[in-house]
Structure formats: C-alpha cells, structure tokens
C-alpha cells in the first residue's frame, strides 16, 4: 500500500512543480512587489519599500476607483442575463426534439470561438464605417452612421453585449448539466399530482437546479472580475476611460506605465476579490446542498 502511494505522489510531483511554478509563485511574488515602488522603465533606481503605500494610492486614485465601478457594473449587468439566457438554452436543450445535437453544437459555438477573434469581430461590427450594426439601423445611409466605441455608455454596452454572445453558452452547459442530473420520476410525480408546467418548473426544477445555478454563477464572476482581452482588443479601456475594467488598468500601470509595484497591488486586490466572492459562493453552495439532503 506504502508504494502505491509513493507510486501516486510521484506521478502527481511534476504537477505540483508545475502548479508552483506557474500559479503559487506568481501569485507570491506579486503580492512582494505590491509593498515595492519601482519602475520598469527606470531598473538602475532599483526597488524601494514602500509598505502598505500601493494600496493607499488605490483607495484615493481616481482612476482606478472609476475602473472598480466599472467592473461592478459589467459584473452586475453580464451575469444575470447571461444566467437567464443560458437557462432558457438549456431548457431547450434538455427537451427531445430532431436536431437536438445538431443545434447543441451551434449554441457552443461563441464560447469555442478565441476571445481574442471574437473580441475582433465585435469590433468590426460596432464599427462607425462598416459595421453591422449601423448598417442595420441605417442602412446604406453612411452620414448618419454612429460611432458606438468612441462613447462611453455605448462602448460599455458594446463590452456587455460581447462578453454575454461569447459567454452565455458556459453558463448553458453548466445548466443544462444541472437539469439532466434531474431524475424524470419527480416530473412524471408532479404531472399525477396536476401540477402545470410553470408550477414544475418552480417547485422541482429550480430547487434542484441551484446548485447549478451556483456552479455557473461561481464561474462566471470570477471570469467577468478578471475579464482583459475583450476590452483589450475592442476598446483599450477608452473612452476617457469608460471601459477601463480594474485589471485592464492594472495592465496599463504594471506594463505601459511601467508602476510595478502599484501594477501589483491592483493584480493582488482583483485576486483577493475573487478569493471572497469565490468562497462566498462556496459557502452558499455548501448550505444549498445539505439543505438538499436534509430529509
């Protein structure tokens, strides 16, 4: 038995190597750095501590806390339409219709696409002189085109809408996974018992499905805190700022500006929001199923 095991960790080393290497010691060496002032254009003034300064100038920099509630707002926007939409995918998706397969593998298409080619498409089709979007509203009629990316509210409309084509269908896999896990005997209970569609819908489907919804809700957040190369590429955080999501300003600080030291300090406080936001929906997910197994 003591080899088995010795066998197993063996295998498992250069995972763990691999897991420290590219995980654990980034994640420690940005949280050193955030207690640093150096500057990556200017190496000879070497690093200076500067202790809890980097954190200081994020609470009073006007930038980045314009850039935290941008983040909010995408976060607040994104993830509940992209769990109702992908939940009414993957009700369709659950029923038994010819092609069912077929369209499975259609709706998976945004989320298989790069994001970095589906961010690019975006571009193209919110663009003021060809795009698809203008086009459709007026037609071949070039002088009225508008120019949705070069304003502020557009252009966050503009993200928003991207990150819930390309996303939408995560969360609808993560459901629909959540609906077949359903055993049929409860429907075919609830129909004896008269109950109408809408009725299982609320009192066998939902409850069995939060944890689920949780799942995707978990994965989805964490994602849309952290999201980078769709405003990247569409917008590079204009403009004056309006889609400067915090770690797309936190990119802009650590490798334009060459800030480091605060470029970290903004790389730490977007992991430990997901930290909290992750074990909160672990909490909350825990409750969910020993409420499901309480008898």
């Known amino acids: 038995m003591k080899n088995s095991q010795r066998l197993a960790l063996l295998f498992l080393l250069p995972s763990f190597f691999f897991v420290a290497l590219f995980s654990i010691f980034p994640i420690v060496e940005s949280f050193r750095l955030s207690f640093y002032r150096m500057i990556l254009t200017l190496p000879w003034l070497g690093q200076r501590m500067v202790g809890w300064e980097n954190y200081r100038d994020l609470l009073t920099d006007p930038v980045a806390l314009a850039s935290i509630r941008t983040t909010v707002i995408f976060i607040a926007v994104t993830i ?28 998976l298409i945004p989320w298989a696409i790069p994001t970095v080619v589906a961010s690019q498409m975006w571009r193209f089709i919110f663009n003021d002189r060809y795009g698809l979007v203008n086009f459709a509203l007026f037609g071949a009629d070039t002088s009225s085109y508008l120019a949705p990316l070069a304003h502020p509210y557009f252009a966050l409309a503009a993200i928003i809408i991207a990150e819930i084509w390309k996303t939408t269908p995560f969360a609808a896999l ?18 004896v018992d008269g109950a109408t569609p809408w009725q299982k819908f609320r009192h066998v489907t939902l409850p069995l499905l939060t944890p689920a919804l949780l799942l995707a809700l978990l994965f989805r957040t964490i994602d849309a805190l952290r999201v980078f190369d769709l405003v990247f590429v569409m917008t590079q955080g204009g403009p004056a700022d309006a889609t400067n999501v915090l770690q797309f300003y936190g990119y802009k600080k650590t490798f334009a500006e060459g800030m480091i030291g605060y470029g970290s300090a903004i790389a730490v406080t977007v992991f430990f929001m997901s930290l909290v936001l992750a074990l909160a929906y672990l909490r909350a997910f825990k409750t969910t199923r020993l409420q499901g197994q309480t008898p």
């Not at 509940?80 to 709706?107: D, H, Q, S």
């Not at 996974?177 to 359903?182: F, P």
């Open 80 to 107: 509940p339409l992209e769990l109702l939409f992908g939940l009414g995918i993957a009700l369709v998706l659950n029923e038994m219709f010819r092609g069912r397969g077929l369209l499975r593998a259609v709706v």
């Open 174 to 191: 993560i459901i629909l996974a959540g609906l077949q896990s359903i055993p049929d005997d409860l429907y075919e209970a609830a129909s």
